[in-house]
């Protein structure tokens, strides 16, 4: 066990891949919307893991049930019909209205999934040839060689050629180019949303519902990347339901399993008539212990009303970050977000803001190199809203 930051730092980089910008800062243990490093220091999280750990750290149900479930069946494959699996389908099918589902261990994994059943509907159920993916730029899909392609980033794609064929990325919120983008060869339509990585970027409701209804006309996928946007964290179950949008296939991950490896693809009857048993496969997703963990984060979800909580908390934080905008003018160019995806646009790089919010004991992201994005657990209190806000301002009055 190593016993100073400085030595866990040396350590790692001589043992693990350079893969991560790492933050300068170790975690020892969380609880609730509390981090604490090594020295005991104490973080406010507003991160939740990237959106993942939505119930907060350890969060006591949570944990009781994974101690339960690991001393009764941890793993068999997906060779057998297990009991946790199946009740954990019913759960998550019973929030939207989709039909089936497919288990795996990752957002990125959801989306080569849905990439897949597009592929092979259209080939084996529909008789054609299409294949190709339409995406947005500015989205994030993934970091597999497909889902970084279907990614509407360079940045992910440097040094990767040569990249899958069958992937069109065009301007986000910009019908008409997408609707020229779409041929005979378009299997489906992928987007977000709310572009997560893409700078926290709501796409307005005429323009999903216009994407909806050209799918529809075209014969071609509709389908929603909810990885980061679901299970409650835009103020709906999913995303996608605050615009009465009912795509074809959508996938999930993060938050489903608050902190263990759990992605989901989901898809009506008609797409999911493209996967025949051998088509697709996964050796760990959707196995007795992450599938009981997250059948007991849907229910204490829905129980606790965690979908309304985060839209009246997302519009109480927005309320206190316009006040910042207001307080220190010129500093923030936008508050923006649904629920509790917020991103607050600096009106210049904010790496500088960002080291001196975590110095002062707040963990948050920034993307796009002038948004801080923040995913807190939904769960956060109004007072760690209230310390963060003041923080921020005085933050940006002393840049």
Same mark, same amino acid.
């Given at each position: ?17 350079h ?13 609730g919307?509390?981090?604490y ?27 009781q ?11 068999v ?18 929030t ?8 795996c ?24 040839k ?7 730029a *500015? %989205? #994030?899909?993934?970091r597999?060689?497909?889902? =970084? !392609?279907?990614?509407g980033?360079?940045?992910? @794609? ?40 893409g700078?926290?970027?709501?796409l ?14 075209r ?15 835009? *103020? %709906? #179950?999913?995303?996608?339901q605050?615009?009465? =949008? !009912? ?6 991950? @993060? ?9 989901a ?6 797409a ?6 051998g ?7 959707g ?16 129980r606790?009303g965690?979908?309304?909580r ?40 904010? @790496? ?17 190199d002038k ?28 840049s």
């Amino acid at each position: 066990m190593k016993t100073s930051f400085d030595e866990l730092k040396t350590c790692e980089l001589s043992a693990v891949c350079h893969t991560y910008g790492r933050y300068p800062l170790d975690i020892a243990r969380g609880s609730g919307s509390r981090l604490y490093d090594m020295a005991g220091k104490e973080y406010i999280d507003l991160l939740s893991g990237i959106a993942v750990t939505s119930l907060g750290h350890c969060h006591p149900e949570i944990t009781q049930v994974i101690c339960e479930q690991a001393g009764k069946l941890v793993h068999v494959s997906n060779l057998f019909y297990q009991q946790e699996q199946v009740a954990l389908a019913e759960r998550i099918l019973g929030t939207c209205h989709s039909d089936k589902v497919f288990f795996c261990n990752s957002g990125a994994e959801a989306n080569e999934a849905a990439i897949k059943l597009a592929r092979r509907y259209h080939r084996t159920v529909r008789g054609t040839k299409a294949y190709e993916v339409i995406t947005l730029a *500015g %989205s #994030f899909h993934g970091r597999t060689l497909a889902t =970084l !392609t279907a990614t509407g980033q360079q940045k992910v @794609k440097d040094g990767f050629d040569p990249l899958p064929d069958g992937f069109v990325t065009v301007p986000w919120n910009d019908l008409a180019a997408l609707e020229e983008a779409m041929g005979e060869m378009t299997a489906a339509v992928l987007l977000e949303v709310i572009l997560g990585e893409g700078g926290v970027r709501p796409l307005p409701p005429e323009y999903l519902r216009g994407v909806q209804k050209l799918c529809q006309e075209r014969g071609v996928l509709f389908m929603v990347d909810e990885v980061q946007t679901g299970l409650c964290r835009t *103020g %709906s #179950f999913w995303a996608f339901q605050e615009y009465g =949008l !009912t795509p074809d296939v959508f996938t999930s991950a @993060k938050a489903l399993a608050n902190g263990l490896p759990m992605g989901a693809m989901l898809a009506t009857d008609e797409a999911a008539r493209a996967f025949k048993p051998g088509s697709h496969a996964t050796t760990f997703g959707g196995g007795a212990l992450l599938s009981r963990v997250a059948d007991k984060v849907i229910e204490i979800m829905e129980r606790d009303g965690l979908a309304e909580r985060a839209r009246e908390m997302g519009e109480y934080a927005k309320e206190l970050f316009r006040g910042v905008s207001a307080a220190v003018p010129g500093a923030i160019t936008d508050v923006r977000g649904r629920g509790l995806i917020i991103g607050i646009e600096l009106a210049k790089p904010g @790496k500088e803001v960002w080291e001196h919010l975590l110095d002062k004991g707040f963990i948050l992201n920034l993307t796009q190199d002038k948004v801080l994005r923040l995913l807190p657990p939904l769960t956060i209190e109004r007072s760690d809203l209230d310390l963060f806000a003041q923080a921020l301002s005085d933050v940006l009055k002393a840049s």
